[in-house]
């Protein structure tokens, strides 16, 4: 269970949010919702240890955020395409996915043919399209070992296709115990999932 109690947020002079309180459990996909600079982006990085909330505490399974435990079952994944120009698809995916655990090429092209980039593994990626460049990123999700994936607009750029790819795999996720907390501006047809409103 991924537990929050009365978080707040504040950027420079602006409370995003404050005595936010909600618990995720196990098979449970999240959308956060919101207007832009409502908090959304920030809470996802509280969520991955990346930022520091106002006050309140984040914890799974009674693990602070931040501490070891909690941090090796985390996935997080900005918004921002976070790719190398110059390095193929393979070498950004190995790149983003190596600080968790080994992984080897045959991992990696796997990960890249399920997303649907058969054929692009070795081409740089300042030659790929916006769409392309997201699905290397995304493609971290099929060689993730976390429980916990934290999304931020992870359908951005993707065709109709690359959403359904990348839906089915949240789903199958979720299914085997893990937890998907997200943000979208587009339509989602995630089953079952849970809200929380900014």
Do not use: M
């Given at each position: 269970m991924l537990k929050v109690e009365n978080l707040s947020c504040q950027k420079g002079y602006n409370l995003l949010f404050?005595?936010?309180?909600?618990?995720?459990?196990?098979?449970?996909?999240?959308?956060?919702?919101?207007?832009?600079?409502s908090g959304k982006t920030s809470i996802l990085k509280i969520l991955a240890g990346l930022s520091a909330q106002e006050q309140g505490t984040v914890t799974l399974n009674d693990n602070q955020v931040k501490s070891d435990a909690y941090q090796k079952q985390v996935f997080y994944?900005?918004?921002?395409?976070?790719?190398?120009?110059?390095l193929t698809s393979v070498e950004n995916l190995k790149f983003l996915t190596v600080l968790n655990h080994p992984v080897n090429l045959q991992s990696l092209t796997g990960a890249l043919n399920k997303i649907g980039?058969?054929?692009?593994?070795?081409?740089?990626?300042?030659?790929?399209?916006?769409?392309?460049?997201r699905r290397?990123?995304?493609?971290?999700?099929?060689?993730?070992?976390?429980?916990?994936?934290?999304?931020?607009?992870?359908f951005t750029a993707l065709d109709s296709i690359g959403i359904t790819i990348v839906e089915n795999h949240i789903i199958q996720h979720c299914?085997?115990?893990?937890?998907c907390i997200f943000t979208t501006h587009q339509d989602s047809v995630l089953p079952s999932q849970k809200t929380l409103a900014l």
């Open positions: 404050e005595n936010l309180f909600f618990k995720v459990n196990s098979g449970d996909i999240l959308r956060i919702t919101g207007i832009n600079g994944l900005g918004h921002l395409s976070a790719l190398s120009n110059e980039l058969k054929g692009y593994e070795n081409e740089v990626c300042g030659k790929l399209s916006a769409g392309q460049k290397v990123i995304l493609a971290a999700l099929f060689i993730s070992t976390a429980k916990i994936w934290l999304l931020d607009e992870p299914k085997k115990g893990g937890i």
